[in-house]
């Protein structure tokens, strides 16, 4: 079982950055594949980033290439989410998530935290 709490959301303006954090309980959190996925009112969940469970490597949803960057420390637990150059598009509540693989996790996560709520104003 995988228990994840997100943090770091909040109101920016267009064109700043905010960087989101994904702690996970549990011994086994470094062999976990962890992603970020987003949902927009009125819209469906989207998958927004991924990071297998060693860290070396990476994928992202088309609309955020560039701009935003995930990561993790498997020696101090969180996966981050660096966002820059933020959108109003952005705005959105933000879900960590688990799961055994890369593929697993961009696209059937086995396990979500709560959400944190993103704002970005124009």
């Known amino acids: 079982q995988v228990q994840l709490v997100e943090s770091g959301g909040g109101l920016v303006q267009a064109g700043g950055s905010l960087r989101l954090s994904c702690a996970a309980s549990?011994?086994?959190?470094?062999?976990?594949?962890m992603g970020w996925f987003r949902q927009a009112p009125g819209k469906e969940r989207e998958f927004v980033a991924a990071?297998?469970?060693?860290?070396?490597?990476?994928s992202y949803a088309d609309s955020v290439k560039g701009r935003f960057t995930i990561s993790r420390d498997n020696a101090k637990n969180p996966v981050y989410l660096q966002m820059n150059s933020l959108k109003p598009e952005d705005t959105a509540v933000y879900y960590c998530a688990a799961s055994g693989s890369m593929p697993r996790v961009a696209t059937k996560p086995g396990y979500w935290g709560q959400g944190t709520q993103v704002t970005v104003s124009s």
């Open positions: 990071i297998s469970s060693s860290g070396g490597t990476t």
């Open positions: 549990g011994r086994t959190f470094s062999s976990y594949a």
